[in-house]
């Protein structure tokens, strides 16, 4: 199984822009699933194609599951374009895959929140970003409930089988967590590591021997192999909280 996260997107950009500027509101319109990627984005989910297109059949996806926000949705399908599976392999979007939802903070740069909602920011700092839920939006915990679901439909429909997926940067830490039977401070150790590059890879592979049963073993995490062996720049920014309201 593989994790990727989308390519870089015009919000990862504009939410740059904003912190740079201190600004409180993120230059983007429009709703959160909307987002389109950049043309570096673009780039990076070409060579993450062209890297597994080198690889033997066996090495490349035979399902593709995919948020159904338009950054993930362009990032499989240049990737399976670029030759990183079969040219008609569908791309199954499962909402469940969705970003975070940030709800009354949709918009904000963290500049903003403590400026427009300081007891939002409040409530965040007393209870971690784990647990935190922001009015109208998702803790992670919220994320891990509906990926916990995904899982048992992968391991019901898929069993067997090689499965990608396209997603974003909390969805990968959180099916880490899941899948690796992590507890809230390791996982949020590794989240202040660094953030998930765009486009990376995460990769396990199953493991018979592991557990009883056999269990999926972390092979590789946040790899940027492919963007680097076509010199495409790496990108790390954290997805933007853009959604409109309503």
């Known amino acids: 199984m593989w994790i990727i996260r989308h390519g870089q997107s015009a919000g990862n950009v504009a939410r740059d822009e904003a912190d740079q500027a201190a600004l409180d509101r993120i230059a983007i319109s429009g709703r959160d699933v909307d987002v389109p990627l950049s043309e570096l984005g673009r780039r990076q989910a070409r060579a993450l194609g062209h890297w597994f297109s080198q690889g033997t059949a066996a090495q490349r996806p035979e399902i ?29 979007m499962d909402e469940r895959l969705r ?38 939006g998702e803790s992670w915990c919220d994320v891990i409930l509906r990926l916990r679901s995904l899982l048992d439909t992968i391991s019901l429909h898929y069993s067997g089988r090689r499965v990608m997926i396209f997603a974003h940067q909390v969805v990968v830490l959180c099916l880490r967590y ?23 890879v995460t990769e396990y592979h199953f493991d018979p021997s592991a557990g009883r049963g056999g269990n999926l073993v972390l092979a590789r995490y946040n790899a940027t192999a492919p963007m680097e062996a076509e010199h495409a720049p790496v990108t790390r920014a954290p997805d933007p909280i853009v959604a409109a309201r309503g």
């Open 64 to 92: 593709i599951l995919s948020s159904p926000y338009l950054r993930a949705l362009e990032t499989a399908r240049l990737f399976r374009d670029a030759g990183g599976a079969e040219a008609n392999e569908a791309i199954c």
């Open 99 to 136: 970003e975070k939802e940030f709800g009354v903070l949709d918009g904000l740069t963290s500049h903003g929140i403590r400026n427009i909602f300081p007891d939002q920011a409040g409530f965040r700092s007393t209870l971690g970003k784990f647990y935190h839920r922001p009015p109208g």
């Open 178 to 200: 899941i899948v690796e039977n992590m507890d809230e401070a390791r996982i949020l150790g590794i989240d202040r590591e660094a953030d998930v590059a765009n486009c990376s």
